[in-house]
Structure formats: C-alpha cells, structure tokens
C-alpha cells in the first residue's frame, strides 16, 4: 500500500490550545489515507462545521495541525522538507476551489491562471510549448482555446471559469486532486458537464479525487467512497451506493432523508431527530443531543467504528456488537482488492 | 386544477426591460402566467434567466430608467397602475417577499421584535404595547421559534432562524401572496428541509398563493404544485409538477430535468451543452434554439413560437406543439 496522502489521527482546533475551553474543535483524531494506486473518487461530506473545509485546509497544508501528522509520500510535510520535496509536493496535490469569481485577478486575463504553473513548475522551454499545453488542457475540459484565451474573467460565465480552473489543475498532471464544491455555484445545466469532466479525468488520467460538499445528490453521482462528517468527527463511512442507500448511522439517516430529490414520487422521508438540540456533549458522541436512538452509553463514551458490511462503517453503539474498524485504517476501506 | 377559479396574480405580457450602454437588456420578455389562489407556483431557471427580476416587478421594485410594461393583476387590481403610495400599501399586507439572502437582509442594530413591528406599524396598524408583544410572540411562534428570539439581534442566530424571522415578517399581515426567492440556498440540508417544511405548512394554515423562485429542481419537486421554468426571458413551459417530471414537453426543460441526479443511476451525466444566451438585444427567436437538439432549422432562429396552452393547464411555448390542440 502506497498512499499518497495520509493523516493519522490529525486533530485541528481554532481559538486556543487543545483543551482549553474556548477552543473550537473543527477535525477531531481524524485518521485517513488516499491510495493512489486505486484512483477513486471520495466524498468528504458534511453540513457546515462539519470540519470538511478544515480538511482539506490540513492537506493542503494551509493549516497546520494541531496534534497528529500528515504525510505526502510516507513524509511528514511539517518536518523539514528539501525544496525540491517541497515543489514536488505542491505539484502534486492540486485543488479546485468552490468559487469560480473569487479565484481569478480581474485585472489578469485567463492565460495567467493556466501560465502562472507552467512558469513555476518549468513545464515548457518555449512559449509555443506554453500555449500548446494550455490548449490541450482547455480542450479536455470541453472549452475551444481560441475562445477563451486572451479573454478577461468577466468575459466568462461562471462554468467557464471554473472549467479553466479544472484545466489549471489537469496541466500540472497531479497526483491528488481535492475539489471543494466545485459545481456549488454552477448552473443546473452546466453541473452534469463539469461532474462528467472530473469523472473524466478520474478514469482517464487514473487520479484521485478527494470532492468536498454537502450536496448529497451529487456525491451519490460522481464518487465511488463517501465519508460523512459530523462536528470534526467520522460518523459514517463507506460505499457511496450502499451508504446513500442504507445508511446505518441516524444522523446518516438523517441527511439522507433530507435530500431533495428531484423527483415529485421520491418525497422527503421521515426525519427523525430528537429535540435535545444544544445539550453539550463531551464526554460521548456527538450525535447525542440530536439522535432518536441515544441511550445511556452514548452521552458516556466516544463509538468507535464498527463495521455494519464488507465496506461500511458506522461510529454508533447500535452495531456494537460488529467487528470494529480501528480509526487510523478508515483508509483501507476505500482500497478494491 | 380547477379552470374556473379566479387566479390571485394574473400576469399578462410582462415586459422588464434595462437601458445598458451595450444596448437593451431584454430581463423579462412578454410573460404570461397566471396563479390560483391556495397554489404554490416554483419558477425554475438558470442565473441570468430572470426569475429574480421577475420577483421584483410583481413587487413593483423596478426603479426607472428601467421599465416595466404589461399587466399585472392581483385580485383583480392592475397593480402596475396604482400611484406609488398605494403600491406601499399593497407590499407586505398583500404581496409579501422573502428575499434572496434574506439572512442578510436583516437590520443588525434592531431587535428582532422591533424588526417584526417595524412593518405592521408602518402599515398603520396600531397595538398597544403589551398587544404589539402579544403578536410578536405569536409569529415567532408560528415559525416554530422561541420566545426569547424577541429580545435578540441578528448575529445571535443562527442561519437557519435567521430565514425563519423572514418568514415571520413576511406573514406578519396575512398577505395574499408570499414570493420566496431562493429563501434556504445558503442552508444545510437538513435544515433546509425544516425551514422548507414550515413555509409550506404556513402557505397551507393561512391559504396562501406562493410563488417559489429557485434554480434548485429537487427542492421545487418535494415543495411546489406547479413548475413555470424560465430561459432567458421567456416562460419555456407551466404545468403541474408532476406532469413536468413525468412528461417534459419543451426541449430544455426535457434537457434539465435529463441532466438531473436521481437515485438509481448513479455515474450517468446527462449535461446540455452549450451556454444560455444573452439577455442585451436578443435575436427574434427562441432563446433556446443554439442548444436545442429537436431545432428545426430556418424556423426557430426566426421566430419565438408562441406560448400557449397546449391542454388544460399545461403551457409550452414551442414550435414543436404548434399543431397541438
């Protein structure tokens, strides 16, 4: 086994040390790994404060955790790293961002998007190089170069830009590609296009791809693993098709039965929640204040997570009884022999 | 649906049009559209489409040099020829909006009582403290929020709550029609689901008309009964929300609802290509005509097909149901 990108029990708080009780935990003992001999796509999902932002912030190194490690390539990127470790690294773990406006200078035309790693990364000797490469990418992105290039990001609509920021990414032929929310602020009809371009890509180029949303709807489409977070914390996690299908963690339950589909005989299923909502938790799961299900247990002690099928895991006290997964090897569950 | 019941908004031949540099922006374009009273209407469209101008003109709030032309009937009254002080009127006691971002349409230096007065009042509605307290508690109430929500300011909700003070504002004068632009866009799903579920229950409880602006497909199939979907402009078809599901009949709303994910067929993406055209000085005809597959050559380009009503109910306005009676 040959992650490329691993996190081993990674915790990230804001405002204060661990522990302290100002501090905000935002990824709490996260353990997980990318193997980039299976490229798959994994959905990190999540509402708001869930901690999925925070980890793509980590992998990105953006951030820097609070306790635990991350390592590209068996190394930890927050120990010395040689430069060339370094640019290899930041080559090789690309992102593309929710907001296809906010990633451009409007003073810039496109070109100096996709130039810029070109440039840094000294890909092409020559400009003819340069402007070959960028066309090739653009083109895999479904987008015709002579209509793009030369252009100014308001010239653009916001499918376009964010194909070009697709594209930017495809040229520097990385090894780990994380998109946060990538089609959250793209039309309806445009969506199914650029899903089908990261999934491309994915199957083509043999990348992975971590994709970062709350969108249920189009996580079920686009990826093969999902793992649902809750408060910085793992609650389920497994095959997309049988976690969206049937899900075994309540809160699971929960999202998924808010999902709105877009079908007028698939109306919302029952949401079940208790309304203990705001009592703090500590010590157990997190899920306690808002679960149906709770029992004694579940205020005392943190699940672990147990296995409820070959290729699913829930944090929750009602499979107890199953085998359990460890934390640190959530990454082995996204690996097809 | 029944034919004989007096529609609450009666939209004809709405026309919103801006004076940019670059020429005429065309934002609505001769829409017809008529609501039921008790119905929730969903206008479905891409960003640029409209629908939000939409929202605004049946508010009246298209400033000149903007111009709104055409009729816009609401229980029978042309609210496009009141004089201004009588549209004041008409605004919240009658035609009531949640707006786009209502989060953030909330005053942060008010109380959130005061913000809930502050409309009533100014419609001349007079309570006496301990009354005014009364109605306070009992909106929040019907927004499913607690009392002490009352005493508090606006950063000390949450998003969700938030949406529901909206709510509460917006149904504080029992208005006729409550128009609900993209009012849980920036929520979680489940709690979009719940602020969702408290709108309509409220349109049910209080027999409310709602029109429902959204780009959102699967909100608009668990929420709406009847779809209009919006292309540039123009209304491409109306029709009740399971036919539109079932049987799409206009070319793009067949590539929409295509393109959509639904449970079952996971890893099929179905995209329209192409992009939606502009609204500035837009050729004679069907806005969709670049991206439709069924295009029928040396028609379409020429000419925007009528949108009329193909059966009881169900509008289209295309050149492939010309024929159909």
């Not at chain 1, 590209?72 to 690309?94: F, H, L, P």
């Not at chain 1, 929960?254 to 203990?276: C, F, M, Q, T, Y």
């Not at chain 2, 208005?175 to 979680?188: C, F, G, N, R």
């Not at chain 2, 193909?310 to 295309?318: E, S």
Request: proline residues 7%; positive net charge.
């Amino acid at each position: 086994m040959a992650p490329i990108i691993e996190m081993r029990n990674v915790t990230k708080v804001f405002g204060g040390p661990i522990g302290s009780p100002k501090a905000t935990v935002a990824l709490d003992d996260f353990s997980f790994a990318v193997d980039s001999d299976f490229p798959h796509i994994i959905t990190i999902a999540g509402e708001s404060g869930s901690g999925k932002t925070t980890m793509m912030m980590l992998i990105l190194a953006f951030y820097e955790p609070s306790a635990g490690q991350i390592l590209y390539n068996g190394k930890d990127i927050w120990k010395k790293m040689s430069r060339q470790e370094t640019m290899d690294y930041r080559r090789n773990v690309q992102a593309v961002f929710q907001d296809p406006f906010a990633v451009y200078n409007p003073f810039y035309k496109v070109d100096n998007l996709l130039s810029i790693p070109i440039k840094n990364f000294r890909l092409a000797r020559t400009k003819d190089e340069t402007q070959a490469l960028m066309e090739s990418a653009l083109r895999r992105v479904g987008l015709r170069p002579e209509e793009t290039l030369g252009r100014y990001p308001h010239q653009l609509s916001g499918g376009q830009r964010q194909r070009i920021a697709v594209a930017r990414a495809l040229i520097l032929q990385p090894k780990l590609l994380i998109a946060d929310e990538p089609v959250s602020m793209v039309d309806a009809s445009l969506r199914a296009t650029l899903l089908q371009h990261i999934r491309d890509m994915n199957q083509e180029l043999r990348i992975p791809i971590l994709y970062i949303t709350h969108d249920l709807t189009t996580a079920y489409h686009v990826s093969d693993y999902i793992v649902v977070l809750y408060r910085g914390g793992v609650m389920e996690a497994g095959d997309v098709e049988r976690v969206i299908r049937d899900p075994k963690h309540p809160y699971t339950q929960l999202l998924v039965n808010s999902i709105p589909w877009p079908d007028p005989n698939h109306l919302w299923g029952e949401a079940a929640e208790a309304k203990r909502a705001g009592t703090a938790v500590l010590a157990g799961c997190r899920f306690a204040d808002r679960c149906p299900h709770a029992f004694d247990l579940c205020w005392k002690e943190k699940p672990e997570l147990y296995r409820t099928n070959g290729s699913q895991v829930a944090a929750c006290f009602l499979y107890q009884s199953n085998d359990k997964l460890e934390r640190k090897d959530l990454g082995t569950l996204f690996i097809k022999k | 649906m029944n034919t004989n019941v007096k529609p609450v908004i009666d939209i004809r031949n709405l026309k919103v049009y801006f004076y940019v540099k670059a020429g005429t922006v065309k934002a609505v374009d001769g829409v017809t559209l008529a609501i039921e009273p008790g119905v929730k209407l969903g206008l479905v469209g891409e960003s640029g489409s409209g629908k939000t101008t939409m929202a605004l003109a049946l508010m009246r709030m298209v400033r000149p040099p903007a111009t709104i032309e055409g009729e816009l009937f609401l229980d029978g009254v042309d609210i496009l020829k009141l004089s201004e002080e009588e549209m004041r009127r008409v605004r919240l006691s009658e035609l009531a909006m949640i707006p786009q971002g209502a989060m953030n349409s909330l005053n942060p230096v008010m109380r959130i009582r005061d913000q809930i007065l502050d409309g009533m009042i100014d419609h001349g509605v007079r309570m006496s403290r301990s009354e005014a307290n009364q109605k306070v508690e009992e909106l929040l109430d019907i927004v499913e929020l607690p009392k002490k929500v009352a005493r508090m300011y606006p950063h000390e909700l949450s998003g969700g709550m938030k949406q529901r003070v909206c709510v509460a504002i917006a149904i504080s004068m029992r208005p006729k029609v409550l128009i609900a632009d993209e009012p849980t866009s920036a929520l979680d799903v489940v709690i979009q689901r719940q602020v969702m579920e408290t709108i309509t229950r409220l349109v049910k409880n209080l027999n409310l008309s709602m029109i429902l602006i959204g780009h959102d497909m699967g909100l608009m199939a668990q929420s709406v009964d009847r779809i209009a979907v919006m292309y540039p402009g123009k209304l491409m078809e109306v029709g009740d929300v399971r036919d539109i599901f079932a049987e799409p009949l206009h070319p793009y709303t067949q590539a929409l609802i295509n393109s959509l994910p639904v449970l079952g067929k996971r890893g099929v993406f179905n995209g329209i290509p192409g992009v939606p055209p502009s609204v500035i000085n837009p050729g004679p005809g069907c806005p969709f005509n670049d991206r439709c597959p069924k295009v029928i050559e040396g028609l379409c380009i020429q000419k925007m097909p009528p949108f009329r009503e193909i059966k009881p109910g169900r509008w289209v306005a295309c050149h492939l149901y010309e024929g159909v009676n």
